[in-house]
């Protein structure tokens, strides 16, 4: 069953802790993405990498922190830097000239 | 400028008529223009998409027209269903922006019975 799998669906994190939300596609894409969505602001560009061991801040990078291991893995720290964390994440994964991106199902975080 | 700007925001139709969605970009060096469809607590999937060398494009109920003169491109959704009701993003990119896409605020549509 081909796609991305983001983990967990739920997660709470409470004030001062550093969170770490999934993010796996066996696609074969090289190139993933963390947007963050809240409401009536559609979706803001957190991270991307376009190749393993690299990456880049998108739009809305302070208080996030990434790292690209390997080709099938993207996870995204929330760290206690990020003052207002609730939000839905999502992951995405491309590949081709178009850049046609596929999402996972998301991760809804919350504040304790 | 790289922002799309979507409306409207929310959008009700009856069951059987026409649903338009509408963005407009200034960023003249995008050229390619997909729109996406997300359930609620779901990630978007990506519904059609368009390049600003053909004038409209049509997938089914689902048909994008492209205005390059004035920088504005649309969604229509005829015979609109209940299972329609989505929340519907478009998205613009460039090369030069790596193909990072550029979303739209979101229009949340409500088809009803």
């Known amino acids: 069953d081909g796609g991305i799998t983001q983990s967990p669906k739920y997660l709470f994190r409470k004030e001062g802790q550093n969170v770490t939300l999934s993010c796996e596609q066996n696609?074969?894409?090289?190139?993933m993405y963390w947007y963050r969505q809240d409401p009536g602001q559609g979706l803001r560009l957190i991270y991307y990498?376009?190749?393993?061991?690299?990456?880049q801040k998108g739009d809305i990078a302070e208080g996030y922190s990434v790292s690209r291991e390997k080709k099938e893995s993207f996870p995204l720290t929330v760290t206690s830097a990020q003052k207002n964390p609730t939000a839905f994440y999502l992951c995405?994964?491309?590949?081709?000239?178009?850049?046609?991106?596929?999402f996972g199902a998301g991760t809804r975080l919350s504040v304790l | 400028q790289q922002q799309v700007k979507q409306s409207p925001q929310s959008l009700i139709v009856q069951k059987g008529g026409i649903s338009i969605i509408n963005c407009a970009y200034e960023n003249t060096a995008f050229d390619y223009f997909p729109w996406y469809q997300q359930f609620p607590g779901k990630g978007p999937a990506l519904l059609i998409a368009?390049?600003?060398?053909?004038s409209e494009k049509k997938e089914g109920r689902f048909t994008i027209s492209f205005n390059k003169s004035a920088k504005q491109f649309s969604l229509h959704i005829m015979d609109s269903q209940p299972g329609d009701s989505a929340t519907y993003f478009c998205?613009?990119?460039?090369?030069?922006?790596?193909?990072?896409?550029?979303f739209g605020s979101g229009t949340q549509l409500t088809v009803l019975p």
């Open positions: 998205a613009a990119s460039s090369k030069g922006s790596a193909r990072q896409l550029t």
């Open positions: 696609l074969n894409h090289d190139a």
């Open positions: 995405a994964s491309s590949s081709g000239q178009e850049n046609i991106q596929y």
């Open positions: 990498s376009q190749i393993v061991n690299d990456f």
């Open positions: 368009i390049r600003p060398d053909v």
